[in-house]
């Protein structure tokens, strides 16, 4: 079957999307999102119609996971049954109630700490970042899935010049407090990664089509996990792709970069 | 006192906030931010603020940074979404050292907050254990054990402010004030605050806010002063009203990243004295757009 053309925006969003089980509750941060909505959008109407969705505003229905500019925007606070202060969301985040949600950042270690702070000295950084938005409180879900927007030395990185959100070591992440399962899924440009269990260390899941497997380590500042088959992602449907034009990001923002396949 | 007229002019309402005063911002990133307020603050050449960022942030906190306003901030998320991840005033601030942080995550501002409101000197949150925010932060934060179970939990100081700043769509004047779409951090804002200053889209009489009285985020007994303000928000989005105006956004970033900054802010703050004449600056057009969607 011929695969139709996509972006690694959309690409990314299918891979998210494929790991969202139906039932499950998760949810889209409010800050740089479009990848996030767009693979919740596409699980709730591909395979996952049970799924419960949280913004940072409350739950939005499966109508309301279309992107318009931003996650936060009226549209989907309008026509909800019910609507959520912000400090009630990390209530709900830190007892537990999530079983995924979604961070960004701008570096990432080999055990999946997060930094979105800075680069360089906090004090005096050399480039200051966003912010950790609400990163840290992640480590209370049951399962964060990471999306990196470049795949380069300088954002997998062997140690992240701050913790925003704390990976799988070198620490020990139950002396820490945490009692969520931490990093789970990383998704860039270029590859999905994951973390072996035993070591807490990044493990190269697949490669995106066209990328080889020499290409990520290269452009990866610490050794991967590297297992001997590392399988191609599968590129998206054209079930996928026809939700996600069609239904999910009509204005098509994710097809704002330039087309493979 | 009930009852008591708190409508003022934008520039009366503001003068109250000395210098060094911690002010709390409202909405969230690109959504009923406090801009026609922090653009008077500009005006009137406030210096030393402690802000405290109550939800993402973006123009407001940028614009404060960029007039020389801002000492310290408590900020988790300063960007401008798809537009810009991060804002070139602040960033250059914090870069340059002119800006001191404390540094959050959302978890850790709303515990803050929520022991202001609750009038206890800490608060313990799970959000930020792991992180490395005690580290930088020790006088904010304090890794603690739970004096129960022995468990670890992140202890926040209660962040108060002195003034929270809010935009909303509708007040009376005594200062109920009521969102249409989301509250974000605003109502916890606002009672942890000791005063709270409202500008608003427009001032209605007391039985329209009556008539949804779940919709109100203010406590009257707090507010100090509520500004009639139309497009106070712009160019972010007054939600129910209009939308952010993206072009202008844009045009922002564009300026405060080049030497432009002090152009922009003679333009269209300090040499625009009153929200008309803001207005008059940017072009009506923009206005009617944002509101309508379309070129009217």
């Keep these: ?261 | 006192m009930a009852g008591t007229n708190k409508v003022m002019s934008l520039k009366e309402a503001i003068s109250v906030i000395p210098d060094g005063a911690t002010v709390a911002l409202g909405g969230f990133l690109l959504q009923n931010k406090p801009m026609a307020a922090t653009r008077e603050m500009a005006r009137q050449r406030k210096r030393g603020l402690f802000v405290i960022c109550a939800a993402p942030s973006s123009l407001d906190i940028d614009l404060l940074a960029g007039a020389g306003c801002v000492a310290r901030a408590v900020v988790q998320s300063i960007s401008a979404e798809r537009f810009g991840p991060t804002m070139p005033n602040f960033r250059k601030g914090v870069q340059d050292g002119t800006i001191e942080i404390v540094e959050c995550d959302q978890g850790m501002v709303v515990a803050g907050l929520t022991a202001a409101k609750k009038g206890v000197p800490f608060i313990p949150t799970m959000a930020g254990l792991g992180g490395d925010f005690p580290k930088v932060n020790p006088d904010w934060f304090k890794i603690m054990q739970d004096p129960f179970f022995g468990e670890p939990a992140l202890a926040v100081r209660a962040m108060k402010p002195d003034f929270t700043l809010i935009h909303t769509l509708l007040a009376d004047s005594e200062g109920n004030a009521q969102h249409i779409g989301w509250p974000a951090n605003d109502r916890l804002a606002c009672l942890a605050a000791d005063r709270v200053i409202v500008t608003t889209e427009e001032v209605v009489p007391r039985q329209v806010v009556a008539a949804q009285p779940t919709r109100t985020v203010t406590f009257a007994y707090n507010v100090a002063a509520v500004a009639a303000v139309p497009y106070g928000a712009y160019p972010t989005a007054c939600q129910g009203r209009y939308r952010y105006d993206e072009e202008a956004i844009r045009d922002y970033i564009a300026a405060g990243r080049g030497l432009a900054f002090e152009r922009y802010l003679e333009k269209h703050v300090y040499g625009a004295p009153t929200q008309a004449k803001y207005m008059e600056s940017i072009g009506i057009g923009r206005f009617l757009k944002v509101q309508t969607g379309r070129e009217c």
């Design chain 1, 1 to 261: 079957m011929e695969t139709p053309a996509y972006t690694v925006s959309e690409l990314m969003a299918c891979v998210f999307s494929r790991d969202m089980q139906d039932g499950e509750r998760g949810g889209i941060p409010g800050v740089r999102s479009e990848v996030p909505l767009a693979s919740a959008g596409l699980a709730v109407r591909h395979h996952a119609p049970n799924a419960t969705i949280f913004s940072p505003s409350g739950p939005v229905a499966a109508e309301q996971l279309v992107m318009t500019g931003t996650t936060t925007d009226y549209e989907r606070t309008t026509g909800v049954a019910s609507m959520i202060a912000l400090d009630e969301i990390f209530d709900l985040i830190h007892r537990g109630t999530f079983d995924w949600w979604f961070a960004g950042g701008m570096q990432i270690d080999q055990y999946g700490n997060i930094n979105l702070v800075g680069i360089g000295d906090w004090k005096r950084p050399k480039l200051r970042g966003p912010g950790t938005a609400g990163i840290a409180s992640e480590n209370f879900v049951g399962r964060i899935l990471v999306w990196i927007n470049e795949h380069s030395p300088r954002m997998f990185v062997k140690k992240v010049d701050f913790v925003s959100c704390a990976g799988h070591g070198p620490h020990d992440r139950k002396a820490l407090g945490l009692r969520g399962g931490g990093p789970y899924l990383v998704v860039s440009p270029l590859a999905v990664l994951d973390f072996e269990k035993k070591s807490g260390r990044m493990r190269l899941r697949s490669v995106h089509p066209g990328v080889t497997v020499k290409q990520v380590q290269e452009n990866t500042d610490f050794e991967l996990i590297i297992p001997e088959n590392v399988p191609t992602t599968p590129p998206p449907s054209d079930e996928e792709i026809t939700i996600l034009r069609k239904q999910v990001d009509p204005l098509g923002i994710l097809r704002e970069e330039e087309l493979y396949g």
